[in-house]
C-alpha cells in the first residue's frame, strides 16, 4: 500500500524550516504521511540532501522515519544524453538507495527541453538498468512523468519504456489552473490507460499559476481535499502532492485534519 506521500526537494530548507529531523518526522506523523520522496540525484550527480552535513541528516532522518513506520524513497531526475550515460544515471540512484537503505526509488523522467535528452535507446538502458538495481536491492521501482505524455512531441514511446520497467506509476497531475481536480484526474487517467504500472497520482500541493500550482493558499487546501476524496473514492492505492517545500499552512490543515 502506498497511502499518503510527499515530495522533499531542498532537504537542507526543510530542515531549517522545521527544525531538524525529530521535527521533520513529528509534522509527517500529523500530517498521516506514510512516505517521503527525496530527491538522491540529478542525472549523475548527487542531490546537495545525499551529501555532506545534509546528507549525514538525511540518513538520520531515514533511521528516525523507519521508526515511525514511514517509509523514505529516493527519486532521480534522468538526463541520459547517451547509453553509457543512461547507464551511469542509474548506477547513481541505486548508489544512494543502497548507502541509505531507501525503501524504494523514482524516476523523475519528463519530456520536455532540460529533462530526458535521450532517444528510446537511452530509455531502455536506464530503465533496464534501474529495474535489475531495485530487483537486487529488493526494493519497488516507480516512474513519476509528465501525467498526459502525448502532449510532448517524441516523449510517449520512451515514457512507455520506462513505465514498462516501472512498478508504479506516479503523474504529475498538477490541477492548479485546471477547470477541476477531476478534470485534470481525468485526462491523466487517459493518458496512462496503457500503462500497467499502478496508477497513484500527485497532486499540486504549492501555490504557482503558470505551472500547475495553485491560485492562494486557500485553492491549494480546497483543491487537496477534493483530490483525497477523489482518489479515496477511486481506490487508487495512494497519492502525493508536490511538495512539501512549497506547500502553504492551509494544505497541512489539510493533510492534519482529513483521513488518508
Given at each position: 500500500?502506498?497511502?499518503?506521500?510527499?515530495?522533499?526537494?531542498?532537504?537542507?530548507?526543510?530542515?531549517?524550516?522545521?527544525?531538524?529531523?525529530?521535527?521533520?518526522?513529528?509534522?509527517?506523523?500529523?500530517?498521516?504521511?506514510?512516505?517521503?520522496?527525496?530527491?538522491?540525484?540529478?542525472?549523475?550527480?548527487?542531490?546537495?540532501?545525499?551529501?555532506?552535513?545534509?546528507?549525514?541528516?538525511?540518513?538520520?532522518?531515514?533511521?528516525?522515519?523507519?521508526?515511525?513506520?514511514?517509509?523514505?524513497?529516493?527519486?532521480?531526475?534522468?538526463?541520459?544524453?547517451?547509453?553509457?550515460?543512461?547507464?551511469?544515471?542509474?548506477?547513481?540512484?541505486?548508489?544512494?538507495?543502497?548507502?541509505?537503505?531507501?525503501?524504494?526509488?523514482?524516476?523523475?523522467?519528463?519530456?520536455?527541453?532540460?529533462?530526458?535528452?535521450?532517444?528510446?535507446?537511452?530509455?531502455?538502458?536506464?530503465?533496464?538498468?534501474?529495474?535489475?538495481?531495485?530487483?537486487?536491492?529488493?526494493?519497488?521501482?516507480?516512474?513519476?512523468?509528465?501525467?498526459?505524455?502525448?502532449?510532448?512531441?517524441?516523449?510517449p514511446p520512451r515514457f512507455a519504456a520506462l513505465a514498462q520497467r516501472a512498478d508504479y506509476n506516479f503523474p504529475q497531475t498538477y490541477?492548479?489552473?485546471?477547470?477541476?481536480?477531476?478534470?485534470?484526474?481525468?485526462?491523466?487517467?487517459?493518458?496512462?490507460?496503457?500503462?500497467?504500472?499502478?496508477?497513484?497520482?500527485?497532486?499540486?500541493?504549492?501555490?504557482?499559476?503558470?505551472?500547475?500550482?495553485?491560485?492562494?493558499?486557500?485553492?491549494?487546501?480546497?483543491?487537496?481535499?477534493?483530490?483525497?476524496?477523489?482518489?479515496?473514492?477511486?481506490?487508487?492505492?495512494?497519492?502525493?502532492?508536490?511538495?512539501?517545500?512549497?506547500?502553504?499552512?492551509?494544505?497541512?490543515?489539510?493533510?492534519?485534519?482529513?483521513?488518508?
Open positions: 500500500m502506498i497511502g499518503r506521500c510527499i515530495y522533499i526537494w531542498k532537504l537542507d530548507g526543510v530542515l531549517a524550516a522545521e527544525g531538524g529531523v525529530s521535527k521533520v518526522i513529528e509534522k509527517a506523523r500529523r500530517a498521516n504521511l506514510s512516505k517521503l520522496w527525496v530527491k538522491v540525484a540529478d542525472g549523475a550527480t548527487p542531490q546537495g540532501n545525499v551529501i555532506g552535513a545534509t546528507g549525514k541528516s538525511f540518513g538520520e532522518l531515514v533511521d528516525a522515519a523507519a521508526a515511525d513506520n514511514i517509509e523514505v524513497w529516493g527519486w532521480q531526475v534522468p538526463h541520459c544524453a547517451s547509453p553509457a550515460q543512461a547507464a551511469m544515471e542509474a548506477a547513481t540512484a541505486l548508489a544512494q538507495a543502497e548507502k541509505f537503505k531507501l525503501a524504494g526509488l523514482i524516476m523523475d523522467a519528463e519530456g520536455g527541453p532540460g529533462y530526458f535528452q535521450g532517444g528510446l535507446p537511452e530509455a531502455e538502458a536506464y530503465g533496464d538498468a534501474m529495474k535489475a538495481g531495485c530487483q537486487k536491492l529488493k526494493i519497488p521501482l516507480a516512474l513519476s512523468s509528465n501525467d498526459i505524455p502525448q502532449n510532448f512531441p517524441g516523449w490541477y492548479g489552473g485546471s477547470p477541476s481536480v477531476t478534470n485534470r484526474v481525468d485526462r491523466a487517467v487517459a493518458g496512462n490507460a496503457h500503462v500497467a504500472a499502478s496508477f497513484v497520482p500527485v497532486g499540486a500541493g504549492w501555490i504557482g499559476q503558470g505551472d500547475g500550482g495553485c491560485a492562494s493558499a486557500s485553492a491549494c487546501a480546497e483543491r487537496a481535499r477534493e483530490f483525497i476524496r477523489l482518489c479515496n473514492e477511486r481506490k487508487y492505492q495512494g497519492y502525493s502532492f508536490w511538495h512539501w517545500g512549497g506547500a502553504p499552512l492551509a494544505l497541512w490543515e489539510v493533510l492534519n485534519t482529513t483521513a488518508v
